[in-house]
């Protein structure tokens, strides 16, 4: 099992920047990849970013140029990052991070709200 801890969200103006965190309790040798995910309320859940084991990242169309995944493995241990910029209203959502290891066992973070608005 792997646990996974969120922080970094808030209440941001639009074209501000926010990061989000993503602490895994995964070894880095464990995991297939890594990614962040949304929701904005009354929507289903979209994908946002991900990050698979060899470091190759993928992003949204609809965020491409204005977030950046990134993925730290200090002391064996996975932490994932979102930072987004120029952050545009239609990105408030609440945000979560996924983890997939080697074998498909997939995990998800608890969500953490990110607001845009002046």
């Known amino acids: 099992q792997v646990q996974l801890e969120e922080s970094g969200g808030g209440l941001v103006q639009p074209g501000g920047s926010l990061r989000l965190s993503c602490a895994t309790s995964?070894?880095?040798?464990?995991?297939?990849?890594t990614g962040w995910y949304r929701q904005a309320p009354g929507k289903e859940r979209e994908f946002v970013a991900r990050m698979d084991a060899g470091g190759t990242a993928e992003l949204a169309d609809s965020v491409r140029g204005r977030f950046t995944i990134s993925r730290d493995n200090a002391k064996n241990r996975v932490t994932v990052y979102l930072q987004m910029r120029s952050l545009k209203p239609e990105d408030t959502a609440v945000y979560y991070c996924?983890?997939?290891?080697?074998?498909?066992?997939?995990?998800w973070g608890q969500g953490t709200q990110v607001t845009v608005s002046s």
């Open positions: 995964a070894s880095v040798y464990s995991i297939y990849a």
């Open positions: 996924n983890v997939v290891l080697f074998g498909g066992y997939e995990e």
